[in-house]
């Protein structure tokens, strides 16, 4: 079992692949717990000894943040938010993106610039130690007070309220507490606002969608190099020379990667007839490379957030400050995630163009890439399946961050919807995956009217690999079952095997 400290010290999308990993484990830093508890002492003290107001501390929420709380209603106050803001609709959000929620959340409470107890953190820490996740649904934040809606519902347990999953099973967090044996929590000053503050709804998914999408990134160009060889494509658009003089990172980056592909394939260094291949060939390294450069740009935001504090309002204890700001808004994450679901997109849109090149009788393959076909239609509706899958790709890539409608009677005047552009991309990342299992299944069908034994040994290798999960169609069969284990390879394998 591993374990991860919760500290100060920067995390980064490694730790996010290792948090996925349903062995991990959480502990606190004593630097944490002394930070968090020192945070809650001032608070204490602060609210103790001074008069002013403090919002969403002593004040309502919103637009009624102009409302005096007494002092014996503080703690009522926090646990009436938690439950007035689970208005959660919708379908419910995956499982890992629930116990990401629950990493960052923790996280982010854990710098000591919240005012949260460490029982309450402790708490947070239980759930995801234990695989307590609590059911939340994928509508119903703005993007801009923080993803309130979703954090009220990853709350409510903590109260005794909601449902969670625990072990494969769906129960009411009331049941959950008495079977592990834990008091509900009676929230006090600030720890509601805290709780729901925060963008790590928005987060968990940009993060899960980052490191899905990374190697994506490589299995399309794995994919793309298996198509290019099937279909006796030319080597000389990969040439190192052309991509220095136009210095894309991530252009250089697909080329040399196609490279080590082809290294030592007979096949490629075979007589070619034609002069040129279509872009969708040609142009990998400038299309890939492109969606490279912007997953490599998204990942720079999201890795800020994953080290930010998103709350409000933000105690500074060493300088006696409490300040009411605007770190919950989603802004840079709404923005991020358009521009990623379009990069997605992108990768998604030139491999079911080769799919189609594929399959329309050229350069000494069969139409639709069967013996014979017009008994047989082979391949023809995969195709079909790619090509509404990259459509729907182009309609969910219509930004959300463009949008913005006034809220909380004109308080919160301006929202970011990067939530909606969140579970927009994630349908973004399950449709690549998609289509670049399409383009998997379709070049290993392609190869076979080719001498295999003349591929490169990272092809050969992948061939024999995919071969044991989905067989060479020799006549029409039932396609979409071939599909799904089409898609399950790419999931369970990383593209790096059969380079390494």
């Excluded at 099973?169 to 720890?191: F, H, R, Y």
């Excluded at 044991?468 to 599909?483: H, I, L």
Aim: net charge negative.
């Amino acid at each position: 079992m591993d374990v991860h400290q919760v500290s100060s010290h920067d995390i980064d999308l490694d730790v996010i692949r290792k948090v996925l990993d349903k062995n991990l484990r959480l502990t606190l830093s004593d630097e944490s717990r002394n930070k968090v508890t020192r945070c809650r002492e001032y608070l204490d003290e602060r609210i103790a000894t001074k008069k002013e107001p403090i919002y969403g501390v002593t004040t309502g929420f919103g637009s009624l943040c102009n409302h005096s709380i007494s002092r014996e209603d503080l703690g009522v106050l926090q646990r009436n938010l938690v439950m007035s803001h689970a208005c959660g609709m919708g379908e419910e959000v995956p499982e890992e993106i629930v116990r990401l929620m629950l990493f960052l959340k923790i996280q982010s409470l854990a710098y000591g610039h919240s005012g949260i107890r460490l029982i309450t953190l402790e708490r947070l820490v239980d759930f995801f130690n234990h695989g307590v996740y609590p059911v939340i649904y994928t509508q119903g934040s703005l993007g801009a007070s923080g993803d309130l809606v979703p954090l009220a519902h990853l709350s409510l347990p903590l109260l005794g309220l909601g449902e969670v999953y625990y072990r494969g099973d769906k129960l009411p967090a009331a049941e959950l507490l008495v079977l592990k044996g834990w008091e509900p929590l009676e929230l006090v000053s600030k720890e509601g606002l805290a709780l729901l503050n925060g963008t790590q709804f928005m987060g968990a998914y940009g993060v899960y969608i980052l490191v899905r999408a990374l190697d994506l990134s490589l299995w399309a160009d794995m994919t793309g190099a298996l198509s290019l060889e099937a279909y006796m494509g030319r080597l000389d658009p990969f040439f190192e020379q052309v991509h220095q003089v136009r210095r894309h990172t991530g252009q250089l980056e697909t080329a040399e990667n196609i490279r080590k592909i082809l290294q030592g394939s007979a096949l490629m260094e075979s007589k070619r007839n034609d002069v040129q291949d279509p872009y969708s060939f040609r142009c990998i390294p400038q299309v890939h490379g492109a969606s490279k450069d912007a997953l490599r740009h998204v990942a720079g935001i999201f890795r800020n957030e994953m080290n930010a504090v998103t709350d409000n309002p933000t105690l500074f204890p060493e300088e006696d400050l409490i300040i009411s700001a605007g770190n919950f808004h989603g802004q840079p994450l709404a923005l991020g995630l358009d521009y990623l679901a379009i990069a997605m997109a992108e990768l998604a849109n030139i491999a079911e163009r080769r799919v189609y090149r594929l399959l329309s009788g050229l350069r000494g393959l069969p139409s639709f890439l069967v013996a014979n076909p017009g008994l047989n239609s082979g391949f023809m509706i995969p195709q079909y399946t790619a090509a509404s899958i990259v459509s729907q790709n182009k309609q969910l890539c219509t930004p959300s961050s463009v949008d913005s409608i006034e809220s909380s009677q004109g308080q919160e005047d301006h929202v970011s919807m990067g939530a909606n552009a969140a579970v927009k991309a994630f349908h973004v990342l399950q449709n690549l995956e998609k289509v670049v299992a399409i383009e998997l299944m379709t070049a290993s069908q392609a190869m076979a009217f080719r001498d295999e034994e003349k591929t490169s040994p990272a092809l050969l290798s992948l061939l024999k690999e995919f071969r044991k999960t989905v067989a060479f169609v020799e006549n029409d069969q039932v396609m979409y079952g071939e599909m799904g284990k089409s898609r399950s390879f790419i999931r369970n394998h990383h593209p790096e095997r059969f380079t390494a």
